[in-house]
C-alpha cells in the first residue's frame, strides 16, 4: 500500500521532501546515518598523536563530534591493542563545559609560553576528571589488586579533592569556574618578577603537591594498568580570537608546542588536534618538522563526495521510495555508501537531470551534471567540501521549488532541473565569498577588494605584485596568503613556481569577477564522461 501511494506522488511532490541536512555537524541530523569518511579517519584513529588538518567545511568537526559522543560506531576502526579507547573532548563542542573562548581573551599577554601552560592547565584538569570519574575504570580499580594501578588512582582521587573538581550532576560550569580560578593570576598584572606560566606552576603545586604533568603521568599509569588509551579532543579553535589573528596563532602555537614537548612523555595519551590548515601552514613553530608522521589532510574524493549527497538524499523515506520506483530497486543509506561509483550515479541522475544546457557547453559537448557540480565548487588549492555542496543542493531544491510555483508545473525531466542547479550555485558563489572569505579572513579583506568587479579571471605573478603592493602581507606571502584561503588557481606546479593564477569558478559570482575564462589551459576542459571520477 505504501508503494502504491508513492507511486502517485510527482516529481514535484517529491521535491517537497528532498533535503540534503545542515552543513554543520553539531546540528545536522542526518549526520551519525550518513556519515561518510572513515577511510580519512583511520590515519587518525591510530594510537599515536594526530594534527587533523582541513578547510573549514572539510568534516574536521563532523569527524569530531562522532568520536567524542558515539564512538561506538567506529569501535570496529580502533586500534585493536589496547581493551577501550576514551575519547575527552578538552574543547570544541558547543556547550559551556568544553569551551574555554572567554576565558582566553581575557588573557592580557599574547606569549606562547603563557598559552601553552593554560592549555597544559585545562587538559590536566579536564583529563584528570573524566579519568577519575570514567564508571568502567572506577570499576576495574575496585575489583583489581594490583596496587600500582590502586595507588595511581587514589592520587587521582585525591587531586580531585583538593581543587574541588568533583562533577556532580547539574554543575557542568565547575571545571571552567576551578579553570578560571588557577589562571587568573596570568590574566591580571602582577607584582612578581616571575613569568605568569610560573605563577600557574606553583599555585597548582601549592594546592595538589605536584605539577599537572605529574598528574598527568598518574593517568598514563592508570591506562597502561589497564591497557587503554585516552584521546585529549581539540576542535573549533580558530573560534577563539576572531578579531586577533595574531593572538590566534600565538595560542594554536602554544598547543601545538605542547604536542611536541609531551609527545614522548606520554605511552598511553595521545593528542587529536583538529586544525584549519590555513591556520597551521601561517605558523612558525620550531621542529615543526617532527610533526610530519602525526599529520594528515582530510581530503574528498569526487566519488565520495557524490556518495555523501546521494545518501542524504534517499534518507528521507519519500525521497527513497521515489528512486526505488524509478530504478525498480530497494535502497538504503548503508547501499549507497557501500556501492560501486556506477551504482551512486544512477541513483544521483534519478535526483538530478544529467546534463546542463547549451550555455555551459565545452568543446562542443553538454557538460554532465556532476562533473560541472565538481568543477565549480573547487577552490584553489583544487578541494571540493562537503559543506558547499550540500548547501548547494538546498539551495537547488530551493530554485526548483521557485521555478515551478513561476511556471506553474515541474518542467524539470528529474526532480532537480540545470536551471535551478545554475541559480542556486549564483548564490552559493555569493554566500562563500561573505561568509568564508571575509569572515574567517577578515586581515585579507583588503586582497580580496582587489579582486572585485575584475574584467579577467587570470593574473600574472608580477600584477598580483602590483595589486597586492600597498597591503600586508604582499609580494611572495601575500600571494601566499590568498592562495590558502582557496582564492587563487596556481596554474603551474605550486602556488611558489606558478608564474600566473586564476580565480577558480566558485568565487568568480560572488566577487563579480569575469564569469568566463577565453584561454583555458591544458586539462581544465570540462570532463564529459559520465563516469569521470576522481577515486
Known amino acids: 500500500m505504501e508503494k502504491e501511494k508513492n507511486k502517485q506522488l510527482e516529481p514535484h511532490q517529491i521535491l517537497h521532501s528532498l533535503n540534503f541536512g545542515r552543513v554543520d555537524a553539531e546540528s545536522d541530523t542526518r549526520f551519525e546515518n550518513c556519515f561518510i569518511g572513515t577511510d580519512m579517519l583511520r590515519h587518525t584513529l591510530r594510537a599515536?598523536?594526530?594534527?587533523?588538518?582541513?578547510?573549514?567545511?572539510?568534516?574536521?568537526?563532523?569527524?569530531?563530534?562522532?568520536?567524542?559522543?558515539?564512538?561506538?560506531?567506529?569501535?570496529?576502526?580502533?586500534?585493536?591493542?589496547?581493551?577501550?579507547?576514551?575519547?575527552?573532548?578538552?574543547?570544541?563542542?558547543?556547550?559551556?563545559?568544553?569551551?574555554?573562548?572567554?576565558?582566553?581573551?581575557?588573557?592580557?599577554?599574547?606569549?606562547?609560553?603563557?598559552?601553552?601552560?593554560?592549555?597544559?592547565?585545562?587538559?590536566?584538569?579536564?583529563?584528570?576528571?573524566?579519568?577519575?570519574?570514567?564508571?568502567?575504570?572506577?570499576?576495574?580499580?575496585?575489583?583489581?589488586?594490583?596496587?600500582?594501578?590502586?595507588?595511581?588512582?587514589?592520587?587521582?582521587?585525591?587531586?580531585?579533592?583538593?581543587?574541588?573538581?568533583?562533577?556532580?550532576?547539574?554543575?557542568?560550569?565547575?571545571?571552567?569556574?576551578?579553570?578560571?580560578?588557577?589562571?587568573?593570576?596570568s590574566m591580571k598584572e602582577n607584582s612578581s618578577s616571575e613569568p605568569p606560566q610560573l605563577i600557574l606552576a606553583e599555585d597548582f603545586k601549592h594546592r595538589t603537591g605536584m605539577s599537572v604533568t605529574a598528574v598527568l603521568d598518574k593517568v598514563d599509569i592508570i591506562l597502561q594498568e589497564i591497557n587503554c588509551t585516552a584521546w585529549l579532543m581539540l576542535?573549533?579553535?580558530?573560534?577563539?580570537?576572531?578579531?586577533?589573528?595574531?593572538?590566534?596563532?600565538?595560542?594554536?602555537?602554544?598547543?601545538?608546542?605542547?604536542?611536541?614537548?609531551?609527545?614522548?612523555?606520554?605511552?598511553?595519551?595521545?593528542?587529536?588536534?583538529?586544525?584549519?590548515?590555513?591556520?597551521?601552514?601561517?605558523?612558525?613553530?620550531?621542529?615543526?618538522?617532527?610533526?610530519?608522521?602525526?599529520?594528515?589532510?582530510?581530503?574528498?574524493?569526487?566519488?565520495?563526495?557524490?556518495?555523501?549527497?546521494?545518501?542524504?538524499?534517499?534518507?528521507?523515506?519519500?525521497?527513497?521510495?521515489?528512486?526505488?520506483e524509478q530504478t525498480e530497486m530497494e535502497i538504503t543509506v548503508a547501499d549507497v555508501i557501500n556501492g560501486t561509483d556506477e551504482d551512486v550515479l544512477g541513483l544521483f541522475y534519478v535526483i538530478f537531470e544529467s546534463t546542463m544546457d547549451e550555455s555551459d557547453a565545452e568543446v562542443g559537448q553538454f557538460p554532465f551534471v556532476h562533473s560541472w557540480m565538481l568543477k565549480h565548487l573547487t577552490d584553489g588549492m583544487g578541494n571540493v567540501y562537503p559543506r558547499e555542496q550540500i548547501h548547494l543542493g538546498n539551495l537547488a531544491v530551493e530554485k526548483q521549488l521557485e521555478i515551478n510555483r513561476k511556471e506553474g508545473e515541474h518542467s524539470s525531466t528529474r526532480l532537480i532541473g540545470a536551471r535551478a542547479m545554475k541559480e542556486a550555485f549564483a548564490h552559493l558563489s555569493i554566500y562563500r565569498c561573505d561568509t568564508y572569505l571575509y569572515s574567517e579572513f577578515p586581515h585579507l579583506a583588503k586582497h580580496f577588494d582587489v579582486f572585485r568587479g575584475s574584467p579577467k579571471v587570470r593574473f600574472t605573478r608580477e600584477e598580483l605584485n602590483k595589486l597586492f603592493e600597498k597591503l600586508e602581507p604582499n609580494g611572495d606571502e601575500g600571494i601566499r596568503s590568498v592562495h590558502d584561503t582557496g582564492l587563487l588557481t596556481p596554474n603551474g606546479r605550486s602556488v611558489d613556481s606558478s608564474m600566473e593564477f586564476s580565480i577558480p569558478l566558485l568565487y568568480r559570482i560572488g566577487l563579480g569577477v569575469a564569469e568566463k575564462d577565453d584561454n583555458p589551459q591544458p586539462g581544465e576542459e570540462q570532463n564529459g564522461s559520465i563516469l569521470g571520477l576522481k577515486s
Open 235 to 324: 576542535d573549533k579553535l580558530d573560534l577563539l580570537f576572531i578579531d586577533d589573528f595574531e593572538k590566534l596563532k600565538s595560542s594554536i602555537t602554544g598547543l601545538v608546542q605542547l604536542l611536541i614537548e609531551q609527545s614522548n612523555r606520554f605511552k598511553n595519551i595521545y593528542f587529536k588536534i583538529f586544525l584549519r590548515s590555513d591556520i597551521y601552514r601561517q605558523l612558525r613553530i620550531v621542529n615543526k618538522s617532527h610533526l610530519i608522521s602525526y599529520t594528515s589532510e582530510m581530503k574528498w574524493s569526487d566519488s565520495l563526495l557524490l556518495k555523501l549527497l546521494v545518501s542524504r538524499a534517499v534518507a528521507d523515506p519519500t525521497v527513497r521510495a521515489y528512486c526505488e
Open 48 to 185: 599515536h598523536h594526530s594534527l587533523v588538518l582541513g578547510s573549514k567545511g572539510s568534516g574536521k568537526s563532523a569527524a569530531f563530534r562522532l568520536l567524542c559522543t558515539d564512538k561506538e560506531r567506529l569501535r570496529p576502526l580502533f586500534p585493536r591493542n589496547f581493551e577501550d579507547v576514551f575519547p575527552i573532548p578538552v574543547y570544541g563542542l558547543y556547550n559551556e563545559e568544553y569551551v574555554y573562548g572567554s576565558e582566553f581573551r581575557e588573557m592580557k599577554s599574547d606569549s606562547i609560553d603563557e598559552f601553552r601552560y593554560f592549555w597544559l592547565m585545562i587538559i590536566g584538569l579536564k583529563t584528570v576528571t573524566t579519568i577519575a570519574e570514567e564508571p568502567k575504570i572506577k570499576d576495574i580499580v575496585a575489583k583489581s589488586k594490583n596496587q600500582k594501578l590502586k595507588d595511581a588512582y587514589k592520587t587521582l582521587q585525591q587531586v580531585v579533592e583538593d581543587l574541588s573538581l568533583g562533577q556532580e550532576r547539574g554543575a557542568v560550569s565547575k571545571l571552567k569556574q576551578r579553570v578560571m580560578q588557577l589562571v587568573k593570576p
